[in-house]
């Protein structure tokens, strides 16, 4: 089955960028895309810019309106998403706790299954 | 097979007696052809509706059970045969003639199943469900409840039961849930889980167990049949030992518990003769097993506690010093308020109040809400033991301004009462 693993940071959980700590914590990352890909599992993903360059379209009446920002309001930071695949919910939890956000307490992953339309 | 025919009462029984212990069991065959609990549940549930037409005809079989899942495999294989989809084959679901069953059906199924038994009480408990819709979905799914009866053992509409169920089904079936044993290496947290939700079972039916409605299903004893059928899946486990012990234990006490008026009895104040000793034996054979390890877990040690108060002829000579041991042992395995709280009415008796009010003091500082009301109604105790007995009004005042249940209420009421009438 298809897993999109959404990650979302706590604010000011990750070491500042370019930090001693944040090398070692982009090395894990690197270590986990190399165990991901040997087991076969990576299907793609990709980091994205944080929440003050996103920008929000929404379609009112017959306009599209335009957000400058994230549509939730929430204190969490969307970092990125995965897709990998993997046999169960049981995996997919397997290798998420192994993500380097989620294994030092830098956040959580929402794993979401894909749909699958070939089932009823 | 015994072709005597049964009156139709006689024979309601014995399909009754199959349901209770074939449910879960060919619930659990069933999972794995279908792959889908709902499907699987509605091939056991037909197999039971046939089950009272052919066993008044031709009576009941010597193997109820092996024949019961035979027939609902049968009646899924028909369906799928004939159906390209599983919502097909659902809706063809018909048994068009009985099953023959032979031993070496009985042999090879009995086999295969407790596996499955066991991995369906894992899926049933899966962490990735909500813990309530766990609780639903093991006595549905495992012990056979009817939506319908489940809602009346919690309060809750039968259509939001209903709604809680399917959630769950769907979460299973679409979040890729396994349907297998966890792997060796989890097995011990899984079933940490699964004492959880039989713990909640159990809890339910005994805070609830007012006994104005006897038509409700008793979930205590739907939590230990639970419990003992975890013990002939998975033998020889201390913890799962303890469980039972400390089900039993409590279960034990239960005629002593209630009064006619339906009012709580406190457990000092238990007739102690009215509590069930052959359940309290088989509680300590139980207990035995639990503590034969280096480290007894948390339900041993509770199940120990518990049996401190049933090797106890009344209230004032239970060996306290032994009880305060236990929970220092329980506060290493796990901090929670509500032992420390124990501990401080065990220090209480072992020691003094005096000594236990400095501690309770400590204990208040960090709190959770929900706690207060047990705080004050405690510290009352402890001072109203003290002979301080105007401190210890105040504090049994706030005790029931803090509680919201209105039995606790009038308990604290009566002490109050006590306390002036001395005066």
Known sequence: ?120 | MSARLLSKEALKRRVDDAYATEWGRSVAFLLRLTRDIQIAEDCVQDAFESALVYWQRDGVPDQPGAWIRKAAKHRFIDAARSSRTRQEALQRLRLLHPPNVHKEDVEQLDTLIKDDELALIFLCCHPAIAVTDQVMLTLRTVAGLPPRDIAVAFFAKDEAVRTRLLRAKRKIRGAGIPIKLPKSDEIEKRLHQVFAVIYLIFNEGYLANRGENATRPDLTKEAIRLTAKLLELIPNNNETHGLLALLLFTESRSPARITTQDTLVPLDEQDRTRWDHDVISQAFKHLERAVACELPGRYALQAAIAAEHSKATDYAVTDWKTIVLLYDCLLEIEDSEIYRLNRCVALSFSDSPLVALDQLAELEKGALPESHHLISATRADFLRRADRNEEALVAYQLAIDQADNTAVQKFLQRRILELITKR
């Open chain 1, 1 to 120: 089955m298809k897993y999109t693993f959404i990650l979302v940071a706590t604010p000011g959980a990750e070491p500042a960028y370019g930090s001693d700590e944040w090398k070692n914590y982009a090395a894990e990352y690197g270590a986990w895309n190399e165990q991901a890909a040997k087991a076969g599992i990576h299907r793609g993903g990709e980091p994205v810019q944080p929440p003050e360059r996103a920008t929000t379209v929404r379609k009112e009446g017959d306009e599209v309106k335009l957000h400058d920002g994230p549509f939730a309001e929430t204190k969490e930071v969307i970092l990125g998403w995965y897709l990998v695949e993997v046999d169960n919910l049981d995996e997919a939890i397997k290798w998420a706790s192994k993500m380097p956000l989620v294994d030092n307490g830098f956040g959580a992953i929402e794993i979401r299954p894909s749909v699958d339309f070939s089932q009823g």
